[in-house]
């Protein structure tokens, strides 16, 4: 059973950092492109950032500069370091784990909240 398991959120000051975790079971991690995405209250889930089994990684315009995606695939986990935070920044955070013919999963989410 393939489980992604967030953690890292919660409240910060505009201005300030945080880093999310998105831990990873059940599935062979280096062969997927793992992802974040996001939600914020009445808008439309949106990609963040995603990572290629090799790597590569995509931003979202509004990130980036600002949030950094990586992964370790000795500890099954990717992360996102988000630095410089902004009140449009408030969300429910997914990871998203993909990879044609083989699945494609999401974690329960974790909820960041910029505000002062």
């Known amino acids: 059973q393939v489980q992604l398991v967030e953690s890292g959120g919660g409240l910060v000051q505009p201005g300030g950092s945080l880093r999310l975790s998105c831990q990873a079971s059940?599935?062979?991690?280096?062969?997927?492109?793992m992802g974040w995405y996001r939600q914020a209250p009445g808008k439309q889930r949106e990609l963040v950032a995603d990572?290629?089994?090799?790597?590569?990684?995509n931003y979202a315009d509004s990130v980036k500069g600002r949030f950094t995606i990586s992964r370790d695939d000795a500890k099954n986990t990717v992360y996102l370091q988000m630095n410089s935070l902004k009140p449009e920044d408030t969300a429910v955070y997914y990871c998203?784990?993909?990879?044609?013919?083989?699945?494609?999963?999401w974690g329960q989410g974790t909820r960041v909240t910029v505000s002062s």
């Open positions: 998203t784990a993909d990879r044609t013919d083989w699945g494609n999963y």
């Open positions: 059940g599935l062979i991690f280096s062969i997927y492109a």
């Open positions: 990572i290629t089994s090799r790597g590569r990684t």
